[in-house]
């Protein structure tokens, strides 16, 4: 019998700026968004009850 676990996760920040002015009855609006670069990990784990999971065969 053999178990494989998997896990993976992503973290990113996304800022945003958002300005809005109103005169004389007209609004305006304008906006930024950015998107930074992620950070992801992964991690795997293999068991096996005789032993020798990594092994190929």
Same mark, same amino acid.
């Given at each position: 019998?053999? &178990?494989?676990?998997?896990?993976s996760i992503k973290l990113f920040l996304e800022p945003a700026l958002k300005l809005q002015a109103e005169a004389l =009855?007209?609004?305006?609006?304008? =906006?930024? =968004?950015?998107?930074?670069?992620?950070?992801? &990990?992964?991690?795997?784990?293999i068991v096996s009850q005789g032993g020798g999971a990594c092994e190929k065969g």
């Open positions: 019998m053999q &178990a494989k676990v998997s896990a =009855g007209q609004v305006i609006e304008t =906006g930024i =968004g950015l998107k930074m670069p992620h950070v992801e &990990a992964k991690a795997e784990a």
